[in-house]
Nanobody, 128 residues
Framework: EVQLVESGGGLVEAGGSLRLSCAAS????????????IGWFRQAPGKEREGVAC????????EFAESVKGRFTISTENAKNTVYLQMNNLKPEDTAVYYC?????????????????WGNGTLVAVSS
């Protein structure tokens, strides 16, 4: 079964940077890493889960959150089955638990509801 593990979260001052990693495993020889859409989502306390960005073989990069455009960049290293989220110029409002999520298919979903596989999340805390 596909498993996703996030890493790279932590405490950072406003204006700082972090790079989150999502390591994926459990793929088959028939349907490998490139057969899945992988994205990043975040949820702040008291707020609903928000899509950040997604990557798939057909859509390429899909950016969901207007608030992070120009600051966050999603990328992948297929050989490592890993998706990254580079976060620059972090703001206190970026504080949230960041989740990596995926689904079988070549298209990024419109929202997180159709994502089947989820990591446990990694906390990003940005101090002012």
């Amino acid at each position: 079964e596909v498993q996703l593990v996030e890493s790279g979260g932590g405490l950072v001052e406003a204006g700082g940077s972090l790079r989150l990693s999502c390591a994926a495993s459990g793929f088959t020889d028939v349907f490998g890493f490139d057969a899945y859409a992988i994205g990043w989502f975040r949820q702040a306390p008291g707020k609903e889960r928000e899509g950040v960005a997604c990557l798939s073989s057909r859509d390429g990069i899909v950016e969901f959150a207007e608030s992070v455009k120009g600051r966050f960049t999603i990328s992948t290293e297929n050989a490592k089955n890993t998706v990254y989220l580079q976060m620059n110029n972090l703001k206190p409002e970026d504080t949230a638990v960041y989740y990596c999520a995926g689904r079988f298919g070549t298209l990024c979903p419109a929202n997180s509801n159709s994502m089947r596989y989820w990591g446990n999340g990694t906390l990003v805390a940005v101090s002012s």
